[in-house]
C-alpha cells in the first residue's frame, strides 16, 4: 500500500475535526491502520484524540503569551517552527512502511494559499516518501450563496495550485442541507453546469464583472475545481465514497488535464 496522507485543509468551521473524527471511525472499523496528526496549535478539544500533536511541540497560547505575538503572527510562527523542527515529527511518525495519516490542519485559508509552509509541510512528507492529498472542505451552506461558493472554489483551487498535490473538494455539513431538501435537490452543485453558475453569480456582480465570471466560471470547471464530493458523516456509504475518491485522486492525481479545451472570447 505504501505510505499516504490526508491532509485536511478548509476555513475555519468548515469541518474538519468532525470529518477526521468520522473518517478515523470508519478506517478503524475497516482495521485499516491510520494516524490522527493535529497541525493546528491553537485546537482546544478534539473527538478524536491525535496520535500526533503540534502542541506538544508548541502551542500558540504560549507564543502569544511569550513572545507578545496577536493570533495571526502566533500562528505562522507556530507553523515555522514546526519546520525548522521537522525532525520532531519525523520521529514522532516513526518509519512505518504502510503508515496512512489524517491530518487536521489550522482554519487560517493563507496557509494554503499564500504562504510557503503547508507548500513545506508537503514537500517533507513526500520525500519521507509519503502520497499526500489535499482534501478541502467547505460548508455546504455556502451553495445557498453561489456568490460566497464561487468564492470558496476559488480559494480551493488557489490551495490546490499552490500545494501542487492530488485535491479533492467536499461539501461538508449535507446533513444540514438535507433537512432543507432531498440530496437529488442540490446535486447540480456538485458538479455545475457553468452557464447556471455564471447566471446566479452574474445576478450579485456588477456588469463590468460578467465576462470574468463567465472565464473563471469555465476554467473551474474545465479543471473539475467546481466538482465537490457531498459528505453526510453519519452516513457510511458517503464516507466510503469520499475515502475511494481520495484513493483516487492520490493514484491518478498528478495528470491534470482539462475536462475540454474550451476557447474564451
Ligand atoms: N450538523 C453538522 N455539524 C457539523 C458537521 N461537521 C462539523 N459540524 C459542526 O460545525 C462546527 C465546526 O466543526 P469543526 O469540526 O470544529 O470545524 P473545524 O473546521 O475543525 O474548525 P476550526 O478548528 O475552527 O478550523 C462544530 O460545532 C461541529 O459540531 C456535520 O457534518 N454536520
Not at 490526508?6 to 470508519?26: E, F, N
Not at 451552506?141 to 467536499?170: C, R, W
Request: hydrophobic share 40%; proline share 5%.
Amino acid at each position: 500500500m505504501g505510505r499516504h496522507a490526508q491532509l485536511v485543509m478548509g476555513p475555519a468551521g468548515s469541518g474538519k475535526s468532525t470529518y477526521c473524527a468520522t473518517m478515523m471511525s470508519h478506517c478503524e472499523a475497516q482495521k485499516r491502520t491510520v494516524h490522527l496528526v493535529n497541525l493546528d496549535p491553537a485546537a482546544e478539544y478534539f473527538e478524536y484524540p491525535p496520535a500526533i500533536d503540534i502542541r506538544d511541540l508548541i502551542t500558540l497560547e504560549d507564543v502569544m503569551e511569550e513572545l507578545d505575538y496577536g493570533p495571526n503572527g502566533g500562528l505562522i510562527y507556530c507553523m515555522e517552527f514546526l519546520m525548522n523542527n521537522i525532525e520532531w515529527l519525523e520521529e514522532e511518525i516513526g518509519n512505518y512502511e504502510n503508515d496512512y495519516l489524517i491530518i487536521d490542519c489550522p482554519g487560517q485559508i493563507e496557509l494554503y494559499t499564500h504562504f510557503p509552509v503547508m507548500r513545506q509541510v508537503c514537500e517533507t512528507l513526500q520525500r519521507w516518501n509519503f502520497q499526500v492529498c489535499g482534501v478541502y472542505l467547505l460548508d455546504a451552506q455556502f451553495i445557498e450563496d453561489v456568490s460566497k461558493y464561487f468564492a470558496g472554489v476559488m480559494t480551493a483551487t488557489s490551495a490546490m495550485i499552490n500545494l501542487e498535490i492530488p485535491h479533492v473538494n467536499v461539501l461538508s455539513k449535507m446533513d444540514l442541507l438535507l433537512k432543507q431538501g432531498k440530496m437529488e435537490d442540490f446535486a447540480k452543485y456538485f458538479d455545475p453546469d457553468p452557464d447556471l453558475l455564471i447566471e446566479d453569480v452574474n445576478q450579485n456582480t456588477r456588469p463590468t464583472f460578467h465576462n470574468l465570471n463567465r472565464a473563471l466560471a469555465h476554467l473551474l470547471h474545465d479543471y473539475s475545481m467546481v466538482t465537490f464530493i457531498p459528505l453526510d458523516s453519519t452516513d457510511e456509504d458517503s464516507i466510503e465514497y469520499l475515502l475511494s475518491s481520495i484513493d483516487h485522486a492520490i493514484q491518478y492525481g498528478e495528470d491534470l488535464e482539462p475536462k475540454e479545451v474550451e476557447e474564451i472570447e
